[in-house]
């Protein structure tokens, strides 16, 4: 493996699961410094089209002794046609400490079509934590595609109320054949 200088700042927040117990067996666990610069290592291998997992794996397992991802079955998500589900989110990682541009910080919000991973809105906010802002975006979006999304699969974050009473709403007028409790509005 080529030696490239790792990114100076490691993950500053705390570990999930400090202890490192689970369900698998006990393992050793490197510091967050060794860990850091190892996986900044592999995003920057084949002239930075990072390694797959699988060969990230091996390398834990090489270097470390680690044993990652063993048990766990992997299934690809399915969805029965476009707007079957529709998932959304906010995104605030581009603040201000991270642009380094003084006070701007970039907000987004997205939609993405689960069947065919369109995205269907993808826009800068001032604020992606406001219920009417979020629920106006998402009113936008059903207009312009003239269709309402069977199931809007979300977190449970404090903007999403509007938009799902908007979303129910939305699913009785415009397809009440779906019964809600089959066919639950949002997710």
């Not at 592999?42 to 390694?51: D, I, M, S, T, V």
């Not at 541009?101 to 001032?126: E, N, W």
Request: aromatic share 10%; net charge negative; charged share 20%.
């Amino acid at each position: 493996m080529p030696a490239f200088a790792a990114v100076s700042q490691p993950f500053s927040g705390p570990m999930p699961n400090p202890t490192g117990k689970n369900q698998y067996q006990q393992q050793q666990y490197p510091s967050e410094d060794e860990l850091w610069a190892a996986l900044n290592l592999y995003a920057r291998e084949k002239n930075g089209a990072r390694l797959s997992t699988k060969e990230q794996q091996a390398w834990l397992k090489k270097e470390f002794g680690l044993s990652l991802g063993q048990g766990i079955p992997q299934v690809p998500l399915s969805s029965l046609s476009l707007m079957h589900q529709v998932h959304c989110d906010g995104y605030e990682k581009l603040n201000s400490q991270a642009l380094g541009m003084g006070t701007v910080t970039l907000s987004i919000y997205g939609f993405k079509d689960q069947f065919s991973s369109f995205i269907l809105a993808l826009k800068v906010l001032p604020d992606v934590r406001n219920v009417e802002t979020v629920c106006h975006l998402y009113l936008d979006m059903v207009e312009e595609y003239q269709s309402v999304p069977l199931q809007l699969v979300m977190d449970k974050g404090s903007e999403i109320d509007d938009m799902v009473h908007a979303q129910t709403y939305l699913c009785l007028q415009a397809a009440p054949e779906f019964a809600e409790e089959q066919w639950p509005a949002t997710l």
